[in-house]
């Protein structure tokens, strides 16, 4: 049932160019550069009225959530907020019937992103899930939103949901922007743009070989931290997640200007970077920081665009992703770091499909 893989994880990875053509397959109009979201049931009208969008999950779905903060502010120009979901349900939020919460779940049966959602209807807002298992409870109890169809995910570390949830993610955006500002033609590109995304995660995993390599380099790390900027901070965190959950290497994420106010302190030899830098806004200050970094005797791993020679001196290894813009660039450069954080997991010998301490759905608060 492994299909030939050794692990579920694996197989899951590699479904990733099908998975995320099945999540967006239909619900594109090339035609009208627009994205086609009959469940999210939200009309252009109702976008001109709506305040904001709030984003809230759990894990590797409230990272998803942050690309779509981004996108949605981004494209739409619709202010956007990543809430983790617990925190909204504790904290009183104030949100009403001109928000529109976004409830992202693989599952559907988190049990803080079901508090929230109930907090958020009662409190009279839009709300609307992101939901991998048809028929789960987030789905019913949300009652509009968007099926993932990224098909049934077993291996306990989320990936290829997390990939369905920001193309799912992007798809909204795009929804929104194209009621407000966005052109046809900016929006025709855009579609191309989520279209491209499959053939770039099958580039990606082309190099596995060259990945399991590198893997190997990073092993006998006790700790390593991942950095990144704009759409690539989300990326940095979830393979900062990835990577703690199945290799169980402590690993942080930051953004990389944050690094300086403090973190750079616990840098040594031993510890080593991963720094996202495609090609596009904020790589040449990433850069930088990565320069500071290897002053200090880091080791670095950078994930660089196909062809952008500028990086070379900067990294000891280097995983290249296809040039794309940066908000479709999330999704190969996260499969990217998926690779990685399996074969660095699988080289320390560890249980990856069952982790320690992991259950696939967390049903308690
Ligand atoms: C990480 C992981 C968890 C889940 C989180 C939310 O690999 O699997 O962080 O993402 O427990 O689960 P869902 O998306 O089912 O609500």
Not at 42 to 67: F, M, Y
Not at 171 to 200: H, N, T, Y
């Amino acid at each position: 049932e492994k299909g030939g893989y050794a692990h579920y994880m694996l197989k899951e990875i590699f479904e990733q160019p099908d998975s995320i053509w099945n999540t967006i397959r239909g619900r594109m109009d090339s035609d009208r550069g627009n994205s086609v979201l009959s469940g999210l049931n939200v009309q252009p009208r109702d976008l001109a009225e709506l305040h904001r969008v709030l984003l809230i999950g759990c894990g590797t779905s409230l990272n998803a959530g942050l690309v779509g903060e981004y996108a949605i502010e981004d494209f739409a120009g619709i202010p956007a907020e990543v809430e983790q979901a617990a925190e909204f349900r504790y904290r009183n939020p104030i949100v009403g019937s001109k928000d529109l919460v976004l409830a992202i779940s693989q599952s559907g049966e988190t049990a803080d992103t079901l508090a929230a959602v109930r907090e958020a209807v009662d409190k009279g807002a839009l709300v609307a899930g992101l939901v991998n298992v048809v028929g789960s409870t987030i789905a019913r109890e949300t009652g509009r939103g968007i099926y993932l169809h990224a098909g049934p995910e077993i291996s306990v570390a989320s990936t290829k949901a997390f990939t369905s949830q920001v193309s799912c993610l992007l798809m909204i955006a795009l929804k929104f922007a194209r009621a407000a500002r966005m052109s046809r033609e900016r929006g025709v590109r855009f579609v191309k743009e989520i279209e491209a995304i499959p053939d770039q995660v099958r580039e990606v995993l082309k190099q596995n070989d060259h990945i399991a390599e590198i893997a190997e380099n990073y092993i006998k790390a006790e700790s390593a931290f991942y950095i990144g900027r704009g759409y690539m901070y989300p990326v940095a965190l979830e393979g900062a997640l990835k990577i703690k959950e199945i290799s169980y290497i402590h690993a942080e994420a930051f953004h990389a200007a944050e690094l300086k106010h403090g973190s750079i302190a616990l840098l040594t030899e031993e510890l080593p970077i991963i720094a996202l830098v495609p090609d596009g806004p904020g790589k040449d200050k990433t850069l930088s920081n990565v320069a500071e970094c290897r002053a200090r005797g880091s080791k670095v791993l950078l994930v660089a665009t196909e062809g952008d020679d500028e990086v070379n001196d900067y990294g000891d290894d280097i995983i290249r992703i296809p040039a794309a813009p940066l908000h479709a660039a999330v999704i190969p450069a996260t499969v990217a770091l998926q690779l990685f954080a399996y074969h660095v997991a699988r080289l320390r010998g560890c249980p990856i499909d069952q982790p320690r301490n992991l259950a696939k759905s967390v049903t308690v608060e």
